[in-house]
Every structure is written in C-alpha cells, then in structure tokens.
T-cell receptor
C-alpha cells in the first residue's frame, strides 16, 4: 500500500534554532498536511497544502508541497519549548475511487527543544 | 463547539476478550474516520463512514474488527476477540465534508495482555 517516509525520526535542538523535516512518497497525493500531536491528545492540523509547488506559512511554520506531488517539507523557525511534540506529515488522494478521504501518515518526527 | 470525544481513554484487557470503543464526532460532521497507531509506527487508516454508510473499510485488519455508525451519529469499534497485536492508540476523526479538515479525538489507548 501507500507509504510515506518521514525524516528525521527525532530531533534534539536548542531553543531558538530552526527545524526542518520532510516526507517523501512513491505515490502522488493531491493534498499534503502537517499535524502536531501533544502527549495525551490527538493530532492537530498545522498546515494544509493543496497545489503542487505551493508554499504556505502559519506563524513560525512554513511548509511546501513538492512540485512532483510526491514530497513535502515543514520548517519551524526560532523554536520555543512549546514546539515539543510529534509532527506527522499526511497525504490525501482526494480524487476517484473509494479511498479519497483517508489520510496516509508518515512515521512521525519527535521534536525535543532544550531551553 | 465540542470537539471529537472518545471513550474510554484507556482500556486494558486480556487476550481473547472483547472491547468496544466509542467515538462521538463533532455535531454536523457527516464524515467519520477510525485510525490506529501501533507503538512507534505511523498512524494507519482503518475505515471511513459517510453518515451511516461505510465508504471505505480497506484498512480494517481482519474480521475481528467491527465498526458501526447507526443513525449516522456516534460510532463504535468492536474488537472480538482481542489479540496482542491489537494494542495501540485508536483515533477517531471527523470532518464536515470529505475534503475538509479532519479533527481528531484524543484517542483510546488499548492494551491487550
């Protein structure tokens, strides 16, 4: 089945540093999404990308939808302690068949920020 | 507006027993999804309801898993009989439209001993 390869698996950084993580896929997705999960809670949507080549920002977060529609990256600038958590990329087919709504997730990146 | 709620938050059962998980989606959301995360791995899709109909159940692991959404409101996911490999966190998500944002519940952590 479809698989997203997310890297890195984990990151340990100092407060104030920038962070970058990415996802690649062998399949094309029509929507790329980035979620963050805090302990004991479900994933929360950070950024949604709908067009190949699209670059979108949300505060200190910036994400891009790869031109081939098979990859995406997320950057976090000037990290702060509350950025700690697990970040997941996800792809959605969005067209045709019966599986258009489901999300396919990457393995997650565990982010630790040292004050 | 209340978010997606799931019950119970934790469940510890023995192999061979039955467990039923419940999800209450956001009011007015026709789309309801079940996902599962096994320790350290990716979150995997299980199935998708549109109102009370199963739109896509391609991710259901086997026939020990039964999902229902009678009346198109809350949903239940029953595992019978539970096996050790069923342990993990089960997430429910809902969205108003198929392509709109999926809002996740806090998950049910299932441990099968």
């Amino acid at each position: 089945g479809q698989q997203l390869n997310q890297s890195p698996q984990s990151m340990f950084i100092q407060e104030g540093e920038d962070v970058s993580m990415n996802c690649t896929s062998s399949s094309i997705f029509n929507t790329w999404l980035w979620y963050k999960q805090d302990p004991g809670e479900g994933p929360v949507l950070l950024i949604a990308l709908y067009k190949a080549g699209e670059l979108t920002s949300n505060g200190r977060l910036t994400a891009q939808f790869g031109i081939t529609r098979k990859d995406s990256f997320l950057n976090i600038s000037a990290s702060i302690p509350s950025d700690v958590g697990i970040y997941f990329c996800a792809g959605q087919q969005g067209t045709g068949g019966t599986s258009y709504g489901k999300l396919t997730f990457g393995q997650g990146t565990i982010l630790t920020v040292h004050p | 507006e209340a978010g997606v709620t799931q019950f119970p938050s934790h469940s510890v059962i023995e192999k061979g027993q039955t467990v039923t998980l419940r999800c209450d989606p956001i009011s007015g959301h026709d789309n309801l999804y079940w996902y599962r995360r096994v320790m350290g791995k990716e979150i995997k899709f299980l199935l998708h309801f549109v109102k009370e109909s199963k739109q896509d159940e391609s991710g259901m692991p086997n026939n020990r898993f039964l999902a229902e959404r009678t009346g198109g409101t809350y949903s239940t996911l029953k595992v019978q009989p539970a096996e050790l490999e069923d342990s993990g966190v089960y997430f429910c998500a809902s969205s108003r439209f198929t392509y709109s944002e999926q809002f996740f519940g806090p998950g049910t952590r299932l441990t099968v001993l």
